[in-house]
Structures are given as structure tokens and as C-alpha cells.
């Protein structure tokens, strides 16, 4: 976000079930086994999430104490065109009334690409990655690894923050941090990223897809701070049934056939949800 006119903390996720962390080392398997495990299932679930199609639902305020003073709104849904490729069709798309910020083309690139953050094997050689130790996330008992670029190379943009990876499905199922770095140049040209978290919950028995993002931070402008919330729903995951080929454990899932449930089935029963 920019700031018009005016102008990495760690808060407490919003979670009810939020077990104390367990700094012991993992029983049966080694933090390097278990990050070479967790970025092969990113891997198949970043190419299983292009396959799917889907809502992401877009709210962003500025606050004046607890009140609302500005609001930037976007609903939009990911689709196919005829051809196979994905589209973004926005649904929903009123006036912004921000004034205090601007949105920005970094804002959202990392609304539809970063938020809902993936580490597979290709980019794992970017990043220091830390085991810090065991925690339960509602009925899920997760090992918690800090993520932090090994270094900023050129426009490129990294996460760094905190991951949960579930110990059965070696999948991550939340993410805590913030998109970097912040940009600042000369004469008050700033462009600053709130901290962030997103759940994901598993959708189709298989993949831990995002399905809620909030932030809620303070943007700590030259001319000023802007307290900003923001909050991004996914629904409505549906597989794509046209030429397409997923994998799942290194096997080839059946595509669903056209009129078929699988076609335009809902999402099966969330098996972790976040306090709204």
C-alpha cells in the first residue's frame, strides 16, 4: 500500500485451539526429511490448485481507531476460458473510498499470487528455512518452521514469517509473515506490505487449499502510521473437468467427466477452520 495523504511485527493468530509451542526435536524423522517431504506435496498442490477454479473475495480498510474510514472491495473469480487457460472475471467491483493509502500493482499481485503463500521444491534453495518445534492448530498437530529469504535479488518479492506443516498429510496448513521487501524511495515514494496470516483447509480429501487471509497491522509511513485490515476469502473450489492431469502422492487422479458430480462438486467438509 501506498500512502496518499497521510502518509514485521508477530501478533496472535486467531485461533481457538492453539496448543504451546514444543521446541523438542521431531521423533522418527529429521527437519530436513520432514522440509523435503512438505515441499514435494507443495509442489503437487500448486499444480492441483491450477486446475481448480474458484472465488477470492477481497476486502481492504483503512481505521480510524476501530472505525472504518476508507474501503477498497473486489470479488472475483477464477475461471477457464475455452481454450484451457485461466481467466480472472471480476464479479463485484464498487467505487474505492480509501484516502489515507493507495492500492498498488505489488498489492495485488500478492492478493492473487503471494497471500496464498506455497514453498515447493523449486523454491526451497531461496530460503533459510528453521525448525522451531511442534505445535497443535485446532485437532492438527503441526511442525512450525521460520522461513526468511537467503537474500533479495533484484524486484523479486519473498515471504518471510512462519509456516504449519500437518504431520500426517506433510502439507502446510497456515502461514504467518509478510511479503518482502517493503519498498521506499526518495521524496516519500512508499510502498509498505502488512503482516499477514492464511489458513488453508482441505479441500477434496487431498489438498490443503487457502481459504482465509486477514491482516490487521500498522503501516508505519514517514508522513504517518495507517492502521489497515485487511481480509481475502477463497470459496467455491471446483476442479476443472477439461484436459487436465493431476497428480496426487506421484499418481494421476481421473479428471471428472462433464455432467459428473466430480464436475461441479462443492468443497468437502473443512477439516480446520479460523475464527472469523
Known sequence: MVACLAAGFWMAPAFAQEGPLDKSQPKGISPDEII???????????EARDQYTYRQDV????????TPDGEYREVFDVTFDDQGHKVKNVVFAPQSTLVRIGMTQEDMDDIENRLPFVLTSDEIPEYNILYVGMQQEDE???????????QIVGKKRYFQ??????????????????????????KGNENLFPSFTTWREQIDGRYWFPTYTKADDELHFSMGDVHIREIVKYTDYKRFGAR?????????????????????????????????
Not at 496448513?173 to 509478510?178: A, D, L, M, N, P
Open 161 to 186: 514469517g512462519r509456516i504449519w506443516v500437518d504431520d500426517r498429510d506433510f502439507q502446510i496448513v497456515k502461514t504467518y509473515g509478510k511479503t518482502v521487501p517493503d519498498i521506499r524511495k526518495k
Open 244 to 276: 487436465t492431469r493431476i497428480t496426487y502422492e506421484g499418481k494421476q487422479l481421473p479428471s471428472p467427466e462433464k455432467g459428473q458430480p466430480g464436475d461441479k462438486q462443492d468443497t468437502n467438509q473443512a477439516q480446520q477452520k479460523p475464527q472469523h
Open 36 to 46: 523435503q517431504r512438505f515441499a514435494a506435496k507443495e509442489k503437487e498442490f500448486k
Open 140 to 150: 492438527l498437530h503441526c511442525y512450525v518452521f521460520d522461513v526468511a529469504p537467503k
Open 59 to 66: 476486502k481492504v480498510q483503512t481505521l480510524d481507531g476501530n
